[in-house]
């Protein structure tokens, strides 16, 4: 399935499309497919313990929400590969609600399961953030809430 978000709030149309730098492609496999198109997704910021954080925006339509997600880089990221086995404090999480339960696309270092996540960095400045993930969460259903079939979802993102 192939999805594409276009937003309408009736106005006057954008002065410009957004810069292809900084479109955001997102694909998921696993217990929904989808491919979703935003721009700028991807955003580095100071964390609370002074390291630099990645934090991820990447719309989901399929479950009518947005994954979020934030990857501690440290105190001096450069471009480079990471992963869930060299950074110290990660997550990417989404919340869909069905009927009275809730289905929680979940991953991170303070999750069980954990899942797991390969970020290749090609360039780690606020101007420009550029890089893909593969990312592999694992689907947590409330008693009695039919979240499909797959037990996990993959996504890849480039941005």
Do not use: K
């Amino acid at each position: 399935m192939l999805a594409a978000c276009g937003c309408s709030g009736g106005g006057a149309a954008p002065d410009a499309a957004p810069d292809a730098s900084t479109i955001c492609t997102a694909v998921f496999t696993g217990n929904f497919d989808e491919t979703s198109v935003s721009d700028r997704c991807a955003t580095l910021g100071i964390a609370e313990t002074g390291e630099v954080e990645l934090t991820l925006m990447v719309p989901a339509h399929a479950l009518d929400t947005t994954m979020l997600g934030v990857f501690d880089l440290g105190a001096a990221p450069t471009p480079g590969a990471y992963s869930s086995r060299t950074v110290s404090f990660w997550r990417m999480r989404a919340v869909q609600r069905i009927g009275d339960g809730n289905c929680v696309y979940a991953a991170g270092t303070q999750q069980v399961p954990q899942g797991s996540f390969e970020l290749q960095l090609t360039s780690a400045s606020t101007d420009a953030m550029h890089g893909t993930l593969e990312l592999t969460q694992f689907i947590l259903g409330f008693p009695a809430t039919d979240c499909g079939d797959g037990e996990t979802e993959q996504l890849s993102l480039a941005f």
